[in-house]
C-alpha cells in the first residue's frame, strides 16, 4: 500500500449547532422520541423542500414502508420500482405484501427509463417508486402523466438527493410522498433517520399514526391500529437540524469536489465516463460515480481492488434489484442496468477532500485504467 493516509468514500462533516443541540437535548433530558427539536426538524426540513409536511422516522427504509402502508399497498398490489436502486425500494414493497415490478434504467442518468413504464402496468398496479439515483433527478414530468392517466401514486425516493432540483422542485415536493435517509454516509445525517414529506393532509395524518405504534392522538395510550415504533429520537433530529442548517455549505462544497473532479479526469474520457446533469436538473451529486468504458481493460472489481491498495476506499455501484435472491427475475431483461451496474463504481466524495486528494485519485484510476 502506498505510505500516504487513507481516502475514505465518505467523511461525515459537524460544523454547525450539532454538538450545542445535543448538549441541550442531554441537558434538558428530553433525549427520546418527543421534543422540540423533533417539531422543529420536521417544520424546517418540510419548508426546504417546498412541502407542508415533514414526518420524521427511524431511517429511509421505514419511511418508504410508512408511505406505502399509507398508500394502503397491500398482499396482491403491484409497485412499479427501478430494478437499478438499493435493496430498501424494493423491500419496502414487500414488508407490505406487494411485489415490486422492475423497469430498467435509462443509460444517461442511469435513473428509471419513463419510456419503459407503461408496458409493466397492469390492473393489479398500485403506485409508482421513482429512484433519485446517487442524487440526480428522474425525469418526472411523463411519469407523472402516466400516474394521473392510471390513478398511481407516486413516491420519490430521494434517499441520496437531498436538495436536488427537478426543474425548480426539490425533490420530495414532486411525488406524493418524497422519502429520505439521514444515514451517516448521505449529504446530511442524523446517524441513523429518516424523512417523509407531503402536501396531503391526510397522508401526513395516518404515516404519523402508523409510526407511532398506532396511538390516537387525542387519547393516550388508545390504540385504533396496529402500527409500528418508527420513531426518530430528540437526539438525532437535534443532529438533522444542525446539519439543515448548513446544507447550502454542503451542497456547494459538493459542487466544488464534482468540479475538480471533472476537471482532472477532463484528460481520462477515453477511459472512464464521468456523470452527467441534464439541463432540467440539479444534481446534488451525493456520490461522484464513473463507469468504466467497455474497452478498458481492467475490471471494476479489480480496480476497487487495486484503488484499496493504494489508500483509496471505493464502492461499486449497486447490483440490480432482478440479479439478487430475493428478486431474481429471467422473464424480463434490463441491458442497460446490468451494463451499468457492472462498469460503475463511486469515488470518495465528501466536503473534507482537498484538491491534492483528488488529483492523486484520478492519477491512480487512469494509471490502472491503463494498465
Same mark, same amino acid.
Given at each position: ?17 450539532? #454538538? %450545542? *443541540?445535543? @448538549?441541550?437535548? /442531554? ?8 421534543? $422540540? +427539536?423533533? &417539531? ?107 400516474? #394521473? %392517466? *392510471?390513478? @398511481?401514486?407516486? /413516491? ?8 436536488? $432540483? +427537478?426543474? &425548480? ?108 446533469? %441534464? ?93
Amino acid at each position: 500500500m502506498i505510505n500516504r493516509p487513507r481516502i475514505p468514500l465518505v467523511n461525515p462533516q459537524f460544523n454547525g449547532n450539532e #454538538k %450545542k *443541540y445535543v @448538549l441541550d437535548c /442531554i441537558d434538558s433530558t428530553w433525549i427520546s422520541s418527543n421534543g $422540540k +427539536y423533533i &417539531n422543529e426538524f420536521e417544520k424546517k426540513f418540510a419548508e426546504f423542500c417546498g412541502t407542508k409536511y415533514g414526518i420524521t422516522c427511524a431511517n429511509g427504509t421505514v419511511a418508504l414502508h410508512l408511505a406505502l402502508l399509507a398508500h394502503n399497498v397491500g398482499p396482491g398490489d403491484e409497485v412499479i420500482v427501478p430494478t437499478l436502486t438499493y435493496i430498501a425500494t424494493a423491500n419496502a414493497v414487500t414488508y407490505c405484501g406487494g411485489r415490486p415490478v422492475f423497469v430498467d434504467s435509462e443509460p444517461q442518468t442511469w435513473n428509471i427509463d419513463p419510456n419503459r413504464i407503461e408496458e409493466k402496468i397492469t390492473k393489479k398496479t398500485k403506485g409508482i417508486i421513482v429512484v433519485h439515483l446517487y442524487g440526480h433527478p428522474v425525469d418526472m414530468d411523463p411519469i407523472m402523466v402516466l400516474a #394521473k %392517466k *392510471y390513478s @398511481l401514486f407516486v /413516491i420519490e425516493d430521494a434517499a441520496e438527493a437531498h436538495g436536488a $432540483k +427537478y426543474k &425548480n422542485q426539490t425533490s420530495g415536493s414532486i411525488g406524493d410522498t418524497g422519502c429520505f435517509s439521514f444515514f451517516g454516509n448521505k449529504l446530511m445525517t442524523t446517524g441513523e433517520g429518516g424523512m417523509i414529506t407531503t402536501n396531503d393532509n391526510e397522508l401526513n395524518q395516518k404515516m404519523r399514526l402508523l409510526r407511532g405504534q398506532g396511538m390516537d392522538p387525542n387519547k393516550r395510550y388508545w390504540f385504533p391500529i396496529v402500527g409500528y415504533n418508527y420513531r426518530m429520537t430528540n437526539v438525532q433530529a437535534a443532529i438533522g437540524l444542525g446539519q439543515l442548517e448548513k446544507i447550502t455549505f454542503h451542497l456547494k462544497k459538493r459542487r466544488e469536489i464534482v468540479r475538480l473532479y471533472n476537471k482532472h479526469f477532463q484528460n481520462h474520457l477515453d477511459l472512464i465516463e464521468v456523470p452527467i446533469e %441534464k439541463s432540467w436538473a440539479q444534481h446534488s451529486f451525493w456520490m461522484f460515480s464513473i463507469l468504466l468504458k467497455a474497452d478498458v481493460k481492467v475490471t471494476r472489481d479489480s480496480l476497487i481492488e487495486l484503488l484499496e491498495h493504494d489508500g483509496i476506499e471505493t464502492r461499486p455501484l449497486f447490483y440490480p434489484m432482478h440479479v439478487l435472491p430475493p428478486y431474481k427475475e429471467t422473464s424480463s431483461s434490463f441491458p442497460i442496468a446490468e451494463d451499468i451496474a457492472m462498469r460503475g463504481l463511486n469515488l470518495p466524495t465528501h466536503s473534507m477532500l482537498t484538491e491534492e486528494n483528488i488529483r492523486y485519485i484520478v492519477e491512480r484510476v487512469a494509471y490502472h485504467c491503463k494498465m
